[in-house]
T-cell receptor, first 111, second 111 residues
Framework: NAGVTQTPKFRVLKTGQSMTLLCAQD?????MYWYRQDPGMGLRLIHY???????AKGEVPDGYNVSRLKKQNFLLGLESAAPSQTSVYFC??????????FGPGTRLTVT | SQQGEEDPQALSIQEGENATMNCSYK?????LQWYRQNSGRGLVHLIL?????REKHSGRLRVTLDTSKKSSSLLITASRAADTASYFC???????????FGAGTTVTVRA
């Protein structure tokens, strides 16, 4: 099992550009989450999904959109990137909303 | 907003010593979890303790929970260089499935 994978691992964007981060899990988990981690802070929840076709806002959803068309994939989109979105993004999945399994992260820089 | 706060922010110990870190939180919980993050990597789940439990062990890890004080502690016994990492507590409110993370404790184990 690969667990939770994220692509890409690194990305540099110019302000105003758009991109999509892909998260995939092969554990048949219902719950999936997108977080961002900034220096000196813990993880903050951006969006989450409790099953295929469902999404919901987390703590810091502004500037991001998500989609969960397939159970195994959870996509995070940035429509118009801003320097404040420079961060490390982590995806996680969970079978029942308790213990979460994390991907390796995507380091995004917006210039 | 971050629910949990870890203390201390940073900890440096000698190999073989014990490391203790604390987590305080603000509202009632269903469970509290501890995660480890090695530099540049994703988070790894260490242990989950439910609100009706007071202590839990896993290998060299011991977690306590005091719901009356809204606090938890993580003890790592006989530390090793490989324990060098950041440790995060995360809480789950009753009836919820979203984690709320603290800012973490950075532990350095000196050889």
């Amino acid at each position: 099992n690969a667990g939770v994978t994220q692509t890409p691992k690194f990305r540099v964007l110019k302000t105003g550009q758009s991109m999509t981060l892909l998260c995939a899990q092969d554990m048949n988990h219902e719950y999936m989450y997108w977080y961002r981690q900034d220096p000196g802070m813990g993880l903050r929840l951006i969006h989450y999904s409790v099953g295929e076709g469902t999404t919901a806002k987390g703590e810091v959803p502004d500037g991001y959109n998500v989609s969960r068309l397939k159970k195994q994939n959870f996509l995070l989109g940035l429509e118009s990137a801003a320097p404040s979105q420079t961060s490390v993004y982590f995806c996680a999945s969970s079978v029942d909303g308790s213990e979460q399994y994390f991907g390796p992260g995507t380091r995004l820089t917006v210039t | 907003s971050q629910q949990g706060e870890e203390d201390p922010q940073a900890l440096s110990i000698q190999e073989g010593e014990n490391a203790t870190m604390n987590c305080s939180y603000k509202t009632s919980i269903n469970n509290l979890q501890w995660y480890r993050q090695n530099s540049g990597r994703g988070l790894v789940h260490l242990i989950l303790i439910r609100s009706n439990e007071r202590e839990k062990h896993s290998g060299r890890l011991r977690v306590t929970l005091d719901t009356s004080k809204k606090s938890s502690s993580l003890l790592i016994t006989a530390s090793r260089a490989a324990d060098t990492a950041s440790y995060f507590c995360a809480t789950v409110p009753p009836g919820d499935y979203k984690l709320s993370f603290g800012a973490g404790t950075t532990v350095t184990v000196r050889a």
